[in-house]
């Protein structure tokens, strides 16, 4: 067995559940920025993904610079309220602080801080994110060597731009001294194999493995197991 020097690990869906965050986080923005420019229309969540997704068609960035898109998204908003080009900054300003500030209201998963402070006295810990969450705004981040997002490297996982990087961090690291750990099976796990690095998959949901061309990987549902599984198929 290769012997494991750093472990990486996603943060939405694998540490907390994103959904209530971003949902509480959207309304509660919204209702902020209407504070200023009054009641606005905002659809449906079709709407709102349609409208996203044009967002991202005339600039391609925003696939990957979600801080640019979202500040797009209020922007538009406070345009079409009548405010200029320039007034208008100051408010995207005010409502991108808001919105990051509600984002990292989260709850962790049960035994998250215990696992990554056992698993910090063996192992380099870093972070792989496609999201805008910074380990660092919680005290769980002094574990942790590094944090990589999508911004960071201009691509979303499963490309290979963040683990590519990560691996960079050390000098004479080889993939196969790495696990990285998370939630989506392409995402994550994909992405980590192709490039020869071990995969465990959080399955916090108990839900079947249903990717037929990717073998099965390593998996746990509670974060109290994570040590022992990593010690009993590494080293």
């Known amino acids: 067995m290769k012997k494991i020097k750093l472990i990486t690990f996603d943060l939405d869906d694998t540490f907390w559940d994103i959904n209530p965050v971003i949902i509480s986080a959207e309304r509660s923005t919204r209702d902020f920025l209407e504070g200023y420019i009054g009641k606005q229309e905002w659809g449906s969540m079709s709407d709102f993904l349609i409208f996203r997704k044009k967002l991202i068609e005339t600039d391609p960035s925003f696939e990957w610079d979600i801080k640019g898109l979202r500040r797009a998204i209020y922007q538009k908003k406070i345009l079409e309220a009548g405010y200029s080009q320039e007034n208008s900054e100051e408010l995207v ?74 691996k960079n961090k050390y000098d004479n690291l080889e993939y196969d001294e790495i696990i990285h750990i998370g ?6 796990v994909k992405g980590a194999l192709d490039l020869g690095i071990n995969a465990i998959w959080f399955n916090g949901s108990n839900e079947n493995w249903e990717e037929e061309s990717i073998k099965e990987p390593l998996q746990f549902d509670d974060w109290s197991k994570i040590t022992k599984l990593i010690e009993s198929n590494y080293e």
Do not use: Q, W
């Not at 402070?117 to 910074?134: C, I, K, Q, R």
């Not at 490297?153 to 990087?165: C, D, L, Q, T």
């Not at 939630?183 to 994550?188: A, E, F, K, T, V």
């Open 93 to 166: 300003n005010k409502c991108y602080k808001f919105f990051l500030k509600k984002r990292h209201e989260v709850t962790f998963y049960k035994n998250v801080f215990e696992a990554v402070e056992e698993l910090s006295t063996s192992y380099s810990l870093g972070v792989l994110t496609n999201g805008n969450a910074d380990i660092n705004h919680f005290g769980i981040g002094k574990h942790f060597d590094f944090s990589i997002s999508s911004y960071d490297v201009k691509s979303n996982k499963p490309e290979k731009g963040h683990f590519i990087a990560a």
């Open 183 to 188: 939630d989506h099976p392409i995402n994550d």
